[in-house]
């Protein structure tokens, strides 16, 4: 039928979008600057978007207007469906300890903080040494 068809080529058109999102949203969390809850958050709100999608097409959807994948279609479909479970599992993993990969960002990034202010300060405690002042003799 050339209508399912379409709604079939749009499906998978919608899967591809949906899976170009979760691996921008994976590489930003990747980069330890981005890692942020608002990409975390997009990453999880696509890769549902993509587990809707995908189950549809192999069950059958209403709102794709498709009925179940069948032959070489569910095939793939659900070899699919088995790779996105892993991924899906371990991006829960991220999102359950994002509050703590954010805490410890900002820790280092404290203590980097620090460290530069230690040789900024450690700078300017040599200058009056190295020129013989500052010091006194007990």
Do not use: H, W
């Amino acid at each position: 039928d050339p209508s399912t068809q379409g709604y079939l080529v749009k499906t998978l058109g919608q899967l591809n979008m949906q899976r170009v999102r979760i691996n921008l949203s994976a590489e930003r969390l990747r980069q330890t600057e981005l890692l942020t809850p608002e990409n975390a958050f997009t990453m999880g709100r696509d890769a549902n978007a993509f587990g809707e999608t995908l189950d549809g097409l192999i069950t059958g959807s209403a709102a794709l207007k498709l009925g179940p994948a069948e032959g070489e279609t569910k095939t793939s479909a659900e070899a699919m469906a088995k790779t996105f479970a892993v991924m899906k599992d371990n991006s829960n993993i991220i999102l359950q300890n994002l509050q703590r990969l954010v805490n410890q960002k900002e820790v280092v990034e404290i203590a980097l903080n620090s460290a530069e202010t230690i040789a900024s300060t450690s700078q300017k405690l040599a200058k009056p040494v190295a020129a013989g002042r500052g010091c006194g003799v007990n």
